[in-house]
């Protein structure tokens, strides 16, 4: 597989799990997430490092912000990284903030993601 294509799945990959979290369908946006999924602050000691952590830890967010949602304002790959620039708005007319999301793909899924705030 060369390394564009890699990178072009992985873009879908990227794109299809921020639908999902954007439709707070936990299963469907756990699965885009290895078993073993690392997730960080950059250069932060791991929060979560299974893809069940993962799914708690969202389920709670979405408890809390019903109304939130993650809008992209920019994304590049490369090789099996993507790195995603969001705006994330909590409820409208309500807390919002800008994150850049390093996620990094082993066997067509992320394996993990360092977050930028």
Request: proline letters at 3%; hydrophobic letters at 40%.
């Amino acid at each position: 597989m060369s390394p564009t294509s890699n990178s072009q799945e992985n873009l879908v990959v990227a794109s299809k799990q921020l639908d999902a979290y954007n439709a707070q369908d936990l299963d469907i946006y756990a699965s885009y997430f290895t078993e073993d999924c690392i997730v960080s602050g950059l250069n932060g000691t791991p929060t979560e490092t299974t893809r069940d952590a993962i799914k708690a830890r969202n389920a709670k967010a979405f408890a809390t912000f019903p109304e939130n949602k993650a809008y992209l304002k920019g994304r590049v790959a490369t090789g099996n990284t993507v790195v995603d620039h969001e705006l994330v708005i909590r409820a409208p007319g309500g807390e919002q903030f800008e994150i850049i999301a390093i996620y990094t793909f082993r066997d067509g899924l992320i394996a993990r993601v360092d977050f930028a705030k």
